[in-house]
């Protein structure tokens, strides 16, 4: 099992920049690939942007964020890292990472989320 524990969230105005971290613990090693998503109130939780975890790898990132967030890791500290930057207010919502042990499956093993608001 992993655990998964982000930090980093905050609110900020349209513009602004966040950077938050995922910091993982338990079995590490069998981590494929890391993935941040999100979930603004009302809505389904939605994809943003992943990695393969050991490599650094960046596997895509969402339409509406590309350009504007870089997902990044540091797998000597087991954490991975999500700069937003340009923020604006469609970005608001709790901000999860996750985790997959291979190219298969879904990601899992969700953190307890930390939240994002982007308002004037």
């Known amino acids: 099992q992993v655990q998964l524990v982000e930090s980093g969230g905050g609110s900020v105005q349209p513009g602004g920049s966040l950077k938050l971290s995922c910091v993982a613990s338990?079995?590490?090693?069998?981590?494929?690939?890391l993935a941040w998503f999100r979930q603004a109130p009302g809505k389904e939780r939605e994809f943003v942007a992943a990695?393969?975890?050991?490599?650094?790898?960046?596997?895509g990132y969402a339409d509406s964020v590309k350009g504007r967030f870089t997902i990044s890791a540091h797998s000597a500290t087991k954490t991975a890292y999500l700069q937003m930057d340009n923020l604006k207010p469609e970005d608001t919502g709790v901000y999860y990472c996750?985790?997959?042990?291979?190219?298969?499956?879904?990601?899992?093993?969700w953190g307890q989320g930390t939240q994002v608001t982007v308002s004037s």
């Open positions: 990695l393969l975890f050991f490599s650094g790898k960046v596997l």
């Open positions: 338990g079995r590490t090693p069998y981590i494929y690939a």
């Open positions: 996750g985790v997959k042990p291979n190219a298969g499956g879904s990601f899992g093993s």
